[in-house]
């Protein structure tokens, strides 16, 4: 066991948005073991800055606008299979592991399932908290159980899939942010060898066309070959954080109700709409939303003594961007200012992804 306690700890590096904030302390630890004591210490709930702690895992769904008083970093990393049955694999990866690194470990072991989520940043332990989604998939259908810390009673529980109440971007962790740690995810993946081409799901935003399928093309293919499309597809439409600070897609997709989307069909046919979370909710792509305001490829201004370095990415209308020297309250004011455009030009609200850490959306 050890931990690490560093004062003032610069944040830069630790959020995608490449922001400038600092902890007051940061806390991390590399085994799970250790949290009954450092919460009923140190992070005692009595503590003037228990409400304030924030959980850091990569760093890559965050807008940090100022800096938290208190920091814990899990960087623990075991990755095992812990049990093989019929055509399944159960895999537990502690919260510390980068997803990608998972995603990759299990494709070499042949266990499938989770090649669509490849090249997602962050953590496994993140992955939960809002139920990581990309090309057809979400998380929370590969999830069979998840690990917990309970902060106030020190307790360590075990979710079933259910229990975790995974939906769009969402889940029970989520709900309640500054209650759960979580410490290990447990997975349920078939084997790659026994899954026919109609276990896999490709059927999602040029996917197919990225593998050089034919529209009826159904074999020839597996897992492997899908991550590596979905990688090459996400290297080319996503701005690389190292290169252009950015947390991914800022605003979630706004669920309305069905007579509400009727509506905005009829004036805009051209808005992609889905079913929502239930047949009377539909789903709208934020992002023609957005650049249907006109703010792909902007930046904010320099008014306000602002850098003029937060902007919306030139390939997607979805993600902001820190263009060099941007603060977290530029990159959430220029948010604002896009929800509100969106607002009054649709009459739809739209809500950020990322956590806001020091100010309210
Ligand atoms: C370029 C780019 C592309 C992205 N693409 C996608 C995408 O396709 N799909 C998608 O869903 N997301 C995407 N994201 C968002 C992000 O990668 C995911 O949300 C990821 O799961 C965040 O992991 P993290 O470890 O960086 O979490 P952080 O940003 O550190 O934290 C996010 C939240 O989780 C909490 N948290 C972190 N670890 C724990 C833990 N162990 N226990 C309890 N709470 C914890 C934090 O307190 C915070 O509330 C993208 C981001 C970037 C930068």
């Given at each position: 066991m050890s931990v690490r306690r560093i004062e003032r700890a610069p944040l830069r590096r630790r959020n995608t948005f490449g922001v400038e904030a600092s902890a007051g302390l940061l806390i991390e630890t590399d085994d799970a073991d250790d949290l009954p004591a450092l919460f009923s210490n140190e992070l005692a709930g009595e503590s003037p800055h228990a409400s304030e702690l924030l959980v850091l895992g990569g760093g890559s769904n965050l807008l940090i606008v100022e800096g938290p008083a208190l920091a814990l970093n899990l960087d623990t990393q075991a990755i095992r299979t812990l049990d093989i049955h019929d055509d399944r694999a159960i895999?537990?990866?502690?919260?510390?592991?980068?997803?990608?690194?998972?995603?990759?470990?299990?494709?070499?072991?042949?266990?499938?399932?989770?090649?669509?989520l490849a090249l997602i940043p962050g953590t496994v332990g993140a992955a939960p908290?809002?139920?990581?989604?990309?090309?057809?998939?979400?998380?929370?259908?590969?999830?069979?159980?998840?690990?917990?810390?309970?902060?106030?009673?020190?307790?360590?529980?075990?979710?079933?899939?259910?229990?975790?109440?995974?939906?769009?971007?969402?889940?029970?962790?989520?709900?309640?942010?500054?209650?759960?740690?979580?410490?290990?995810?447990?997975?349920?993946?078939?084997?790659?060898?026994?899954?026919?081409?109609?276990?896999?799901?490709?059927?999602?935003?040029?996917?197919?066309?990225?593998?050089?399928?034919?529209?009826?093309?159904?074999?020839?293919?597996?897992?492997?070959?899908v991550a590596e499309a979905v990688?090459?597809?996400?290297?080319?439409?996503?701005?690389?954080?190292?290169?252009?600070?950015?947390?991914?897609?800022?605003?979630?997709?706004?669920?309305?109700p069905a007579a509400q989307a009727d509506a905005l069909l009829a004036e805009h046919p051209q808005l992609p709409?889905?079913?929502?979370?239930?047949?009377?909710?539909?789903?709208?792509?934020?992002?023609?939303?957005?650049?249907?305001?006109?703010?792909?490829?902007?930046?904010?201004?320099?008014?306000?003594?602002?850098?003029?370095?937060?902007?919306?990415?030139?390939?997607?209308?979805?993600?902001?961007?820190?263009?060099?020297?941007?603060t977290g309250a530029e990159l959430l004011a220029l948010a604002r200012e896009i929800a509100a455009d969106v607002d009054a030009r649709f009459g739809v609200a739209i809500e950020p992804e990322p956590r806001i850490v020091g100010a309210r959306w």
């Open positions: 895999v537990r990866a502690d919260a510390g592991v980068a997803w990608h690194r998972l995603v990759m470990w299990t494709l070499e072991q042949g266990y499938a399932g989770l090649e669509n908290i809002q139920n990581i989604g990309a090309y057809g998939v979400e998380v929370g259908e590969r999830i069979r159980a998840v690990e917990v810390f309970e902060r106030a009673t020190g307790a360590f529980h075990r979710f079933d899939a259910a229990a975790c109440a995974f939906a769009y971007r969402d889940s029970a962790f989520k709900r309640e942010l500054d209650r759960w740690l979580i410490v290990a995810v447990e997975f349920e993946l078939p084997l790659a060898r026994t899954l026919d081409a109609s276990g896999l799901k490709i059927d999602y935003a040029g996917l197919r066309e990225e593998m050089g399928l034919a529209a009826d093309a159904r074999g020839g293919y597996g897992a492997r070959q990688i090459r597809l996400r290297r080319r439409k996503l701005p690389d954080p190292a290169v252009a600070g950015n947390a991914g897609s800022f605003f979630k997709n706004p669920i309305v709409a889905f079913r929502g979370d239930s047949d009377a909710t539909r789903k709208l792509s934020a992002a023609w939303l957005i650049d249907a305001c006109g703010w792909k490829g902007r930046r904010a201004g320099t008014g306000g003594g602002g850098s003029g370095d937060a902007g919306v990415a030139g390939q997607h209308a979805l993600v902001l961007v820190n263009h060099g020297r941007a």
